[in-house]
């Protein structure tokens, strides 16, 4: 699911029961990864295929890059994010 919040773009992610929440960028392009699928437990982003190991977001086509990660938290049912500076 992407989400925008506090001018950023957000990627939410279930992997079996964990939540993962990204900037929702590709750190090749800056492509958004809306339309990614997850395959082998990575995310493969639809724009040149580069991917990215769950849960880390550690690309696995070039050493050295990465999904951003962004904080956030469960709490009564709901997903709370901390997108802002
Ligand atoms: S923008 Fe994601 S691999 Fe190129």
């Known amino acids: 699911m992407a989400v ?3 001018g950023k773009n957000i ?6 029961s964990r939540w993962l929440v990204f900037v929702n960028e590709c750190p090749h392009r ?3 990864l809306d ?3 997850i395959t082998n437990g990575q ?3 639809p ?3 580069w991917q990215f190991k769950l849960p880390s977001g550690t690309c696995s086509t070039y050493s050295g890059y990465g999904l951003q990660p962004v ?3 469960i709490q009564d049912g709901y997903l ?3 997108a802002g500076d």
């Not at 990627?11 to 079996?16: A, G, N, T």
Request: a positive charge.
């Open 47 to 49: 724009h040149h295929n």
């Open 71 to 73: 904080p956030f938290r």
């Open 43 to 45: 995310l493969v982003c």
């Open 11 to 16: 990627l939410i992610l279930k992997q079996e």
């Open 4 to 6: 925008r919040h506090r």
């Open 80 to 82: 709370w994010v901390r």
């Open 30 to 32: 800056g492509l958004q």
């Open 35 to 37: 339309e990614s699928i």
